[in-house]
């Protein structure tokens, strides 16, 4: 029953979408759009380089170079729910999910169409490219976004375990690494659980509150 009423009370409204539209424009204004504008330059880079220099990537080097996309999109993406306008935006009459999900789209948007761009690109040049990696890239992703929504420093926390959590992954064993080679045993049960991570970050992110903003 609690979570009908939950789910009624985060329904779009007629006045709660005008209310959304109103926000997006201060929202893109007050959003730090500089992040992410360098980790799509570094992510299209890695993506368009190789083939504009002639370069033949193998199989795992195309994979390695879109894991690099993955992890600058998702550093710039680390930034984006970082709000120097809450004390004005939390006395509006919408949850701190909407004011959220207004800041997010847009730039869920421009993520997932470079990531769709190199991964394109890479496949042009590059045979047997797996569809799947794409669960590595919105895991990491997520899971940025999941940090910088529960901490009081944003951003200025979630970059630095994504990078951690790279480092730590150069590192581990190859039975639980969690990018492993492409081809590998490893592969499907990797990336199944890559959609689970996925989807726990996605609810995690959605159920945070005001208090990273207090």
Same mark, same amino acid.
């Given at each position: 029953m609690l979570l009908a009423e939950r789910l009624a009370a985060d329904r779009p409204r007629p006045g709660r979408t005008r209310m959304a539209l109103a926000l997006l424009r201060p929202s893109? +204004?007050?959003m730090r759009l500089a992040p992410l504008a360098g980790g799509v330059v570094v992510a299209l880079a890695l993506a368009v380089l190789?083939?504009?220099? /002639?370069?033949?990537?193998? &199989?795992?080097?195309a994979v390695l170079? &879109? +894991? /690099?996309?993955? !992890?600058? &999109?998702a550093l710039g993406l680390a930034f984006v729910l970082d709000d120097p306008a809450t004390a004005t935006t939390e006395v509006l009459p919408v949850s701190a999910r909407l004011r959220r999900l207004v800041r997010l789209a847009p730039v869920l948007v421009v993520a997932g169409a470079v990531w769709e761009i190199s991964w394109l690109t890479m496949r042009q040049s590059t045979a047997g490219l797996p569809a799947d990696l794409g669960w590595e890239g919105a895991g990491i992703a997520a899971l940025t976004l999941a940090?910088?929504? *529960?901490?009081?420093?944003? /951003?200025?926390?979630?970059?630095p375990a994504l990078l951690l959590l790279v480092l730590a992954a150069a590192f581990a064993p190859d039975a639980v690494a969690p990018f492993p080679a492409p081809r590998?045993?490893? *592969?499907?049960?990797?990336?199944? !659980? *890559?959609a689970v991570v996925t989807a726990l970050a996605v609810i995690a992110l959605g159920a945070a509150g005001d208090e990273r903003n207090g």
């Open positions: 893109l +204004r007050a190789p083939n504009a220099v /002639g370069l033949t990537l193998s &199989l795992p080097q170079f &879109l +894991r /690099g996309t993955a !992890v600058a &999109l940090i910088a929504a *529960w901490t009081s420093v944003g /951003g200025v926390a979630a970059a590998s045993p490893q *592969w499907g049960e990797t990336h199944v !659980v *890559w």
